[in-house]
């Protein structure tokens, strides 16, 4: 009979071992999990600080085409002026195209004062 009885304390032995190896990998899932979770939250903040970054991007791009834009304008109108043969006309339109060029380039430092 104590032949079976070893047997027995074998089987509890084997069965105590796989409740400990399952409490080991559970316990390591459970380090892998957080650590993935830390990983997401740090990728998160990270993309979230790119987004920002690029918008930043973007809005000054669209800063600047309007600035270019305002700049052809000009262009194209100091051309137009220059073709006139009224010299009153022109001595106007020269007046109002440094009053506008004059704008153009306050604009930036009054946008990024906001």
Not at 9 to 29: H, P, T
Not at 38 to 46: F, S, Y
């Amino acid at each position: 009979m104590s032949g079976s009885a070893q047997v027995i304390d074998i089987r509890r032995y084997r069965l105590a071992k796989l409740i400990s190896d399952a409490g080991r990998q559970q316990g390591e899932l459970a380090r892998m999990m957080r650590d993935s979770a830390q990983e997401r939250t740090q990728l998160a903040e990270a993309l979230n600080g790119a987004q920002k970054h690029l918008a930043r991007i973007a809005d000054s791009y669209k800063l600047l085409l309007v600035r270019l834009k305002r700049e052809k304008d000009f262009r194209d109108a100091c051309q137009e002026a220059a073709e006139l043969e009224d010299l009153d006309e022109m001595i106007r339109r020269r007046d109002a195209l440094v009053r506008e060029l004059e704008s153009i380039r306050r604009a930036p430092r009054e946008s990024t004062g906001t």
